[in-house]
């Protein structure tokens, strides 16, 4: 669910991914840059939450404990 709130607002999803300084300085470059650029820098913001959200994932995989 977070990765398709990537696709709207980036640095919403950044925040629910645990990460809320980099969430905040996102939303003050992205804004900027959507207004700027028409858009044109929204799949970078994109992407840089797809990657934020799927490190924080792995960091949730990692410490769980492994039963086996």
């Known amino acids: ?3 398709v709130l990537a696709l709207f ?3 919403l999803s950044i925040l629910i ?3 809320p300084f980099v969430a905040i300085v996102t ?3 992205w804004v900027p840059a959507l ?3 028409g858009g044109l ?3 970078m913001f994109i992407l840089l939450a797809w990657i934020l959200i799927y490190q924080a994932r ?3 995989r ?3 404990p492994r039963d086996g």
Request: charged content about 20%.
């Open 1 to 3: 669910m977070n990765y």
């Open 9 to 11: 607002l980036p640095p």
């Open 17 to 19: 991914a645990g990460r």
């Open 27 to 29: 939303f003050l470059v």
């Open 35 to 37: 207004i700027f650029s």
């Open 41 to 43: 820098t929204h799949p």
């Open 58 to 60: 792995e960091d949730r």
């Open 62 to 64: 990692a410490r769980l």
